[in-house]
Each structure stands twice: as C-alpha cells, then as structure tokens.
C-alpha cells in the first residue's frame, strides 16, 4: 500500500521553527506530481496550508501560513519538507501529508487548492503543538 508519511511533529514555544518532512512510500512520489500538507485542529475541518507541483517545483501557500512556512522537496529522497518558522499557538494540530496527480492549476492555484477530497494516499500525521 503506497502512503505519504509525515513526520517531525514536537511541542515547541510561539516563535519557534519546526521542519516536517513527508516520506512517500511505494510508488507514490514517482506516480504522483502534487504533494500537499494539511493539518487538522480538534473539532475542526482539515486544511490545506501547502502543495507542491513536484515536475516543476512550484509551491502553493495558504494565507493562514504564508510568510511563515516554506515548502520544499527533495527529489533524490522522495521527501516534501514543511519548513514552519514563527509558529503561533493557531498552528497547533495533527499535520498531514498527502500525494495525488493533479495537474497544475488544481495544485497550486489560489483558490482551488490545497482541497483535501484531491488527494489519496493518506498516511499517519505528526502532532504541532506551539505553546504561549
């Protein structure tokens, strides 16, 4: 069963900086050209706060985290990097990644991306929590 994994989730203060990385296992990085992060607050929907377009390298970022939080990939690793600086205690929640073939605009387009029913292989998440 192909998976996207994220990993790198900790307990950390407002203002700090943590790196999720997301490992896609099986097949998934070479079948798939979009990557995206998600996280999920208690009682509250999942959100897509970054996508990647892996064939040109081109990045999506939600309002909610730009500025803030970079995406990157490393494609001799088949890794997504989720570079969170200044983190707010908002940004507490589980964080998830996930793989799909979509094609450009879906990915990355304000507006349109970042909708977690574009996307399979789902895998764990990894828990942010950001103290005050």
């Known amino acids: 069963q192909v998976q996207a994994v994220a990993s790198g989730g900790a307990s950390v203060q407002a203002g700090g900086s943590l790196r999720l990385s997301c490992s896609a296992s099986?097949?998934?990085?070479?079948?798939?050209?979009?990557i995206g992060w998600f996280r999920q607050a208690p009682g509250k929907e999942r959100e897509g706060i970054a996508t990647?377009?892996?064939?040109?390298?081109?990045?999506y970022l939600a309002d909610s985290v730009k500025g803030r939080f970079t995406i990157s990939q490393d494609n001799a690793k088949k890794l997504v990097h989720l570079e969170m600086n200044r983190l707010k205690p908002e940004d507490t929640a589980m964080y998830f990644c996930a793989a799909a073939r979509l094609s450009l605009g879906v990915c990355i387009a304000p507006g349109r991306a970042g909708r977690p029913a574009d996307f399979d292989d789902w895998g764990q998440g990894t828990q942010v929590t950001v103290s005050s």
């Open positions: 099986g097949n998934t990085y070479n079948d798939s050209n979009c």
């Open positions: 990647i377009y892996t064939a040109l390298g081109r990045p």
